[in-house]
């Protein structure tokens, strides 16, 4: 497959798909479209500023989950663990720039396993690791195997022609709040580009079932939008986070090692803050906007209805919360994600669920959607039930565990009431937090020795691991 943009034809795929069209039954689609560093900041999570209309539209269709987890709050663990079904101390992949292949060579991936069920798969743009913007363009820590059709179309990212400015300008791309507001549509973005090609997949493919993952890489900066998406955030409506003065007294040493350049709010200052705020709206507006472009092409096409859609993100994200911004942190800001599905034939539409879900659970839940046989390496659990039923009982518990320098290793664990850290290494310390009572993590109860038996309880929890915390079904 060529690093090269390309406007290879779909037809590429063709023999799979002819046999596909000989053996089996109807098949829903599936488009699994992925958001790059988006945190529950949409219009259906009740944001009170985002605008998000067309993925709101997606969760009136669907179940939206409240209680979503990543295993790993970073791109390259918790993409290759979300596709390959595996936890991250089974994929042994910790950091980015690892392919999934390098530690789990015979992996079937969630696509590989639609591929080989007859379905044409295609990715088009970020699903696997890519460093944004340095690798756009590229398939470097890409899965041949996963795909009929792979394209990673470029984009001109932080070199963008418009009005602009690095907030943070002491830390690299990729990292940096690097906001660039331009005139016109962006037929030069990355998004952009996928969007477009995924509306000419759609358009050709009307009678064979595809798996088409779809990966867009905003909000994750740079923050490069139109000019009409900033102008929905005038930077005097920004509201800051405010945090407790003693808040950081709480947080052991281990975890702000963790977070690396992310902590103390990055150097910034309030105004600094308000811009960075401002990017990563609009980006999230903008990439909203592409996932729209994509819907109507599915509507238009009759195939909606023989559909499932699944967008999610790969982590969480902080925007001042304990004065840290970005990822890498086990904090629920971190740690939660955006999951809304929408898909043929299940009863809950425009539901919301408070179920623990993870997102090492999508795989055999979009592979049972479709009638495939869920292969026995999965270390997640379908949660098609709660497509039917989003108020039912489910697990008791949901697992994120971050790695970083100097062996640390952190392990969260969060249930119903209860969020509760380990961290292991040089460093070891524990956090507890109680989000009945104060949800926003801002009181560690592992300090608190009237809370000794809680701690002991949720200490088992988290030793107990993932497979005491499957649902009863
Ligand atoms: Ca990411």
Known sequence: MSNAWTRRSFLAGAPAVLLARKTAAPRP????????????ALGCYGHPIVQSPHLDGLAARGVRFD???????????SRTSMLSGLRPDSTRIWANEIAIRDTVPDALTLPQLFRQNGYHSVRLGKM???????????????????????????????????????VTPHIG?????????FKGEGKHQADDRA?????????????????????????????????RFFDLYPLEKMNLVVNPPNDLAHIPRASEIAINTRANDMGMKDSDKREALRGYYATISYMDWQVGRVLEALARTGQASRTAIVFWSDHGWHLGEHHRWQKRSL???SARVPLIVAAPGRRARGASSRALVELIDVYPTVAELCGLKRPGHLEGQSFVPLLDNPARAWKSAAFTQVSAPEGIVGRA?????????????????????????APDEHTNLA????????????????????RAARARV
């Open 447 to 466: 300090r608190d020795a009237s809370q000794a038996a809680l701690l002991k309880q949720l200490r088992a929890v988290l030793e107990a691991g993932w």
């Open 331 to 333: 904090f629920e800001e």
């Open 29 to 40: 689609n599936v488009v699994f479209i992925a958001s790059d560093d988006l945190r529950n």
């Open 128 to 166: 696997y690791h890519m460093n944004v913007p340095g690798s756009v363009g590229t398939n470097k820590w890409d899965d041949p195997p996963s795909w009929d059709v792979a394209i990673s179309p470029p984009g001109l990212e932080n070199k963008t022609p418009g009005e602009g400015r690095n």
């Open 173 to 181: 791309e990729g990292g940096a709040f690097h906001w660039i507001s």
């Open 413 to 437: 664990v969060r249930t119903d009431r209860y969020r509760y850290i380990r961290w292991e290494g040089p460093y070891p310390d524990e956090e507890l937090y109680d989000h009945q009572t």
């Open 67 to 77: 209680r979503a987890y990543c295993q790993y709050p970073l791109c390259g663990p």
């Open 195 to 227: 969007a477009e090609q995924a509306i000419e997949l759609i358009h050709q493919r009307r009678d064979q079932p595809f798996f088409l993952g779809l990966g867009f890489l905003r909000p994750h900066v740079p923050s490069v939008a139109p000019e």
